[in-house]
């Protein structure tokens, strides 16, 4: 009988091995998923299958209503993984009303990162909104408020406080297994038999991060998952990693413990967001004539051919963003050099529903590669006590599904946003489009509605109808009905041989 046992066990180690195989060679593991310390025990773990692991694990996670927890957290992007964040970090979690707070304990970056040791974050589910006690000089901010819809509340893999508690995590799983695969090993992790549940996205596509594949260890005794990984397709290594160093389950914890370490300012010197445009921020609707001789071919010709001569230019930005809760308003005047790529905006009037780090009129954004290659920020109003400031050009804090960036409003760059959208366009309408200000060639591009946050599927491009460069930029087809950017470009100068120095001034 204990012989049977043995090659029965034998038997399920080949077929759990042969799976993972099976799974690499079609590409919906990436290479090294399996790897040598990935040591699977045979008989070890509960008789269960995949299906009925992560049933319990979902089923006993969920059951706790508080958790305390230190833990590591390593988030990381690029070829090379180049850009990232380590650290340690610890937690107070209540489920129901939902509330938590993190500190942070430790930091290792890649970049100047403004939230060291002792920066604490706190979310509340109640009105949706995260709350942060930044450290050092920052602290005379006070404590800031952010809605996590905002894509700077979102870090280099979406960690976002509204989605960093283990119980938040079963969404994104869920949503990955329709249509997926979920494959189990009894592993040894840290000495001890674990539950390997691994996690192959299906029907639901994930093209802002590319988390195709999720490890999960399941600590068999506390049912918790102890360790997660995110993999990208053709990358051996996690791009993010939760591990967990303590927990405490159902701790007596209430909404009164979920605050701040310590005292927080009782003030907040980040001006009041708001202003008279907010209001009224509404999509406009362009009146559409037939245009028998344009198509996508002859307005992408008119297109290339007046950036085809193009050495640099100046404009005049007018931005309106409503996603959600998120409000703004906004003129810059913009700079650009295209031998180098670089570019500068000068802030002169804003207007926002939520607080813009560095913002305000009289703030400047400078890239200018014959300096070097970093983003130079110069403060306006209250932050100008913090000094300049610099960021890489990929720098997490400027990433932004909204579409918002400075860094991608140039013509080029809008360019080649308008080629990625038409790789997988559903349908192209052309047209001559007349607004109230503006009339000329006009093109719309539909891509896939994919449903993601922040994440828009329609581009509108109208050209100016003497020089054929952009005069009106949109971004539409958001999960949020009634959102939309808007870009409106005015008084655009060409070829007026800028330089380095003229972007500083």
Not at 203 to 230: G, M, Q, S
Request: hydrophobic residues 35%.
């Amino acid at each position: 009988m204990n012989s049977f046992l043995h090659e029965s066990n034998r038997f399920r180690e080949a077929l759990v091995c042969l799976g993972l195989v099976i799974l690499c060679s079609l590409g919906l593991l990436p290479p090294g998923s399996i790897k040598a310390d990935d040591k699977i025990l045979a008989g070890s773990c509960p008789t269960l299958s995949p299906a009925e692991i992560y049933a319990r694990l979902k089923r006993e996670t969920l059951s706790h209503n508080t958790y305390s927890a230190v833990f590591f957290h390593s988030t990381e992007r690029g070829p090379k993984h180049e850009l990232f964040v380590h650290g340690r970090l610890s937690g107070k979690y209540l489920q129901h009303p939902g509330c938590w707070c993190e500190k942070r304990l430790e930091l290792e970056a890649s970049f100047p990162e403004q939230a060291g040791p002792g920066h604490q974050e706190c979310y509340t589910a109640k009105d949706d909104i995260n709350r942060i006690l930044m450290t050092g000089a920052y602290r005379m901010l006070g404590v800031i408020t952010m809605f996590p819809e905002d894509p700077k509340a979102s870090y280099l893999n979406g960690e976002n406080m509204n989605n960093t508690a283990v119980w938040t995590w079963f969404q994104k799983w869920d949503r990955m297994l329709e249509g997926g695969k979920i494959i189990a090993a009894c592993k040894d992790y840290k000495g001890k038999p674990h539950w390997l549940l691994t996690i192959v996205r299906g029907k639901n596509p994930d093209p802002l991060y590319h988390h195709d594949v999720v490890r999960i260890f399941v600590n068999p005794d506390l049912w918790f998952p102890v360790r997660t990984e995110a993999y990208v397709p053709g990358d051996p290594r996690p791009v993010q990693i939760y591990e967990f160093q303590e927990v405490k389950l159902d701790v007596p914890l209430t909404e009164k413990d979920i605050t701040f370490e310590g005292l927080a300012p009782r003030w907040n010197l980040v001006p009041v967001p708001g202003g008279p445009k907010l209001n009224g921020l509404t999509q406009e609707q362009p009146t559409l004539q037939d245009s028998p001789s344009l198509d996508k071919i002859e307005f992408l010709a008119m297109l290339d051919k007046a950036l085809a001569n193009l050495k640099d230019y100046s404009t005049g930005i007018t931005l309106e963003l409503r996603y959600r809760r998120l409000r703004q308003y906004r003129h810059d005047q913009f700079q650009f050099i295209r031998k180098t790529n670089s570019f500068s905006a000068l802030t002169t009037h804003i207007e926002s529903s939520y607080m813009l780090i560095n913002g305000g009129e009289g703030f400047r954004t400078v890239y200018d590669p014959a300096k070097d290659k970093l983003l130079h920020i110069l403060p306006a109003g209250v932050y100008k006590v913090m000094g300049e400031q610099t960021f890489p050009p990929d720098d997490p804090r400027l990433f932004s599904a909204i579409g918002d960036n400075i860094t991608d409003l140039n013509f080029f760059a809008i360019r080649d946003k308008l080629n990625a959208l038409l790789n997988q366009a559903v349908k192209i309408n052309t047209a001559t489009a007349v607004y109230r200000e503006a009339k000329g060639p006009w093109l719309e591009v539909v891509g896939p509605d994919l449903g993601l946050p922040a994440c828009p599927s329609i581009i509108r491009l109208l050209l100016d109808e003497k020089t054929h460069l952009p005069l009106r930029l949109e971004y539409r087809g958001y999960d949020d009905p009634k959102a939309y950017l808007m870009v409106r470009f005015g008084n655009t100068k060409v070829n007026g041989e800028l330089k380095s120095e003229n972007l500083w001034k």
